[in-house]
Structure formats: structure tokens, C-alpha cells
């Protein structure tokens, strides 16, 4: 016992000492201790009297990247890009209402529109002082963040486009019932859409089209789900299914300020995507012809299993683009 403990004091005071040395070491070379990541913060704002949640990261006078999620998530979704990309920019990456940590008040009470949201991360991006920034716009994000470059064309510095719609083209199959819902608003085309926020539903958003499946955490479907359950949530993603068509109305104008104002684009997407597909990722081109497109051999969220590929190709282009303004 006396030899074994003798052993593990001088195991302490090697790592002790080494440690020092190291230090000592660093310090007298100029350098500091290497940085492990930068830290994300979790952080609540109120807008409009509404508690927003938000993710952010990366030096305060960096250049601003919004991060703006899509169905049925929140910025959980970018928990894995937003230290990749933080060690350069302010990452800002807030959650709608009804979604993540943000308040749900109640759909009788509040209007669940993507023109609100909208409003809502104009609110919060004041609050910050974020007067430009680049939007990643995937899925609801698309609406969001296209409604948000029409109220200030000025602000946006760079787009990045994954699997998020503009164009006809881009709504397929998967949006036959919704688009009968829109044409017609009865309660019996409205409960069909109930199977859209059932389990199996929300493992397929992040399933589906996925070579390797041991890269994707079951933990993703499992959040998401448990939000969705909440009591009220599905009322409140009703209404958004319901409220989508007023985003189609306005893809004229989405296209209109591409061709006015040619913000830098990258467009990274899964390819095999069934709910936002590939058709929808090729027409950007017609208005921004020198968008730079990558289709990656995944589904619906291409973070989860392609963000070795994509991050780089994120920060590569912001480190391009942003360097030009």
C-alpha cells in the first residue's frame, strides 16, 4: 500500500511539474496556452415582449453570421457549426417562438407567422447592433431570413442557402397536402396534417437519405420531438403549415432582390432531400449566377452528417466574401 501510494505522488507531482515547465515555457516564447474552442453562450432577450432564445459565439466586433433554423428544430441544429465558425465571427443563432427555448405563448394569442418571425429577429439583431450580416437560411429559415434581406437589402452581406426553397420548383410531393390545406382551410384538411409532427415523421427529417446512419445522434429526433409534444405545439405548427403559403406569394420578390442586389451565395444541399429536393436548389443560378452550389450526397439536415465537408466550405467562402466588405 506504502509503495502504491508513493507511486501515484510522484505520477501527481510529474504532471504537476511538467505542467509548469510547459507554462513557463509558453510564456517565455510569447505564446499563449492553445485554445481549446470558443465558447458558446446561451442567452434570452425580450422583443417585443417575447423571450427569445439565442445562441451566440465568436468575438463581438466580428463579422456577423445569422444562423436561422428550420422545421421541426431550433438552433440546436447548429450546435455543431457554430464553434466551428466562431473563432472569426459573431455567430448569432436565435430560436422562433414555439421552437427550442423561446416563449410559446399560446396560437390564440399570438400570430404564428414566418412575417412575425421575421419581425422578431429584425428586434433581436437591434438589440446586438448587428447592422450586416450573413444569413445560413435552411428550411423555415428560408422565409425568414429572404423576408428579413426585403426589409433591409442593405444588411446582408452573404447568403448561405441549405435546402431552403425560393422557387416553385422546389416544392414537390411531400407538400401535396399542404398546398390542399392552403386551398382549402377546413378542419379535416388541417388534422391531416397531423402526421407531419408524429414521431416517426421527425426521424425521417434526419434519416432519410443518409448513407451512413451510425453518423447521425438519435438525441436530434428525440429533442425535437419532445418539444413538439409540448401541450399547444401542435396548433402552433399547424398554423405555420397554414401560414407558409404566404411565403410562395412573396418567392417573386425573394428573386427580385437576388437579381437587384447579387449578394455573395453559397448554396450547400442535400441532395437527397425529399421535403426541400434538389430541384429547388438549381434555380438560384437563374438569378445569381455566380452562386457557388455544392448538392451533397445526404438528406433533409446535411449538418448532421456532412458538417466535416461543409463547415470548411462555409468558412472558406465567409473568409472570401466578407473580406470584400
Not at 516564447?29 to 442567452?43: C, D, F, K, N
Request: aromatic letters at 12%; charged letters at 20%; a negative charge.
Amino acid at each position: 500500500m506504502k509503495s502504491l501510494a508513493l507511486k501515484l505522488l510522484l505520477s501527481t507531482v510529474f504532471v504537476v511539474v511538467t505542467t509548469q515547465l510547459w507554462c513557463m515555457t509558453a510564456h517565455a516564447e510569447g505564446s499563449a496556452p492553445r485554445q481549446l474552442g470558443s465558447t458558446t453562450h446561451y442567452r434570452t432577450a425580450k422583443v417585443d415582449g417575447v423571450e427569445i432564445f439565442y445562441r451566440e459565439a465568436g468575438p463581438a466586433d466580428g463579422p456577423v453570421v445569422l444562423l436561422l433554423h428550420g422545421f421541426p428544430t431550433s438552433s440546436h441544429m447548429f450546435r455543431n457549426l457554430i464553434p466551428a465558425l466562431a473563432d472569426r465571427y459573431h455567430v448569432i443563432a436565435p430560436d422562433y417562438p414555439g421552437y427550442g427555448q423561446s416563449a410559446m405563448p399560446d396560437h390564440t394569442q399570438f400570430s404564428y407567422t414566418f412575417a412575425h418571425y421575421a419581425t422578431l429577429v429584425d428586434g433581436l439583431l437591434g438589440q446586438l447592433g448587428a447592422s450586416s450580416y450573413a444569413m445560413y437560411v435552411m428550411d423555415y429559415g428560408a422565409p425568414v431570413g429572404f423576408r428579413l434581406a426585403l426589409k433591409h437589402p442593405d444588411r446582408v452581406s452573404a447568403m448561405i442557402v441549405q435546402n431552403g426553397n425560393a422557387y416553385d420548383e422546389g416544392l414537390r410531393a411531400f407538400w401535396d397536402l399542404i398546398k390542399a390545406y392552403w386551398a382549402e382551410d377546413t378542419p379535416p384538411r388541417r388534422d391531416a396534417l397531423n402526421v407531419l409532427m408524429q414521431p416517426a415523421t421527425t426521424k425521417f427529417q434526419y434519416t432519410d437519405g443518409v448513407q451512413d446512419l451510425s453518423r447521425i445522434d438519435p438525441d436530434n429526433w428525440v429533442h425535437d420531438q419532445a418539444l413538439l409534444d409540448r401541450p399547444g405545439n401542435l396548433d402552433i405548427q399547424l398554423d405555420l403549415f397554414r401560414d407558409y403559403g404566404t411565403n410562395v406569394t412573396l418567392y417573386p420578390d425573394f428573386q427580385a432582390f437576388f437579381r437587384a442586389r447579387h449578394p455573395p451565395t453559397l448554396i450547400v444541399w442535400g441532395a437527397n432531400d425529399k421535403i426541400f429536393p434538389a430541384e429547388g436548389a438549381y434555380p438560384f443560378k437563374r438569378d445569381l449566377p455566380d452562386a457557388e452550389l455544392h448538392l451533397l450526397d445526404t438528406g433533409h439536415f446535411a449538418l448532421e452528417d456532412k458538417l466535416d465537408v461543409m463547415a470548411p466550405l462555409i468558412h472558406e467562402f465567409l473568409d472570401r466574401k466578407l473580406a470584400q466588405h
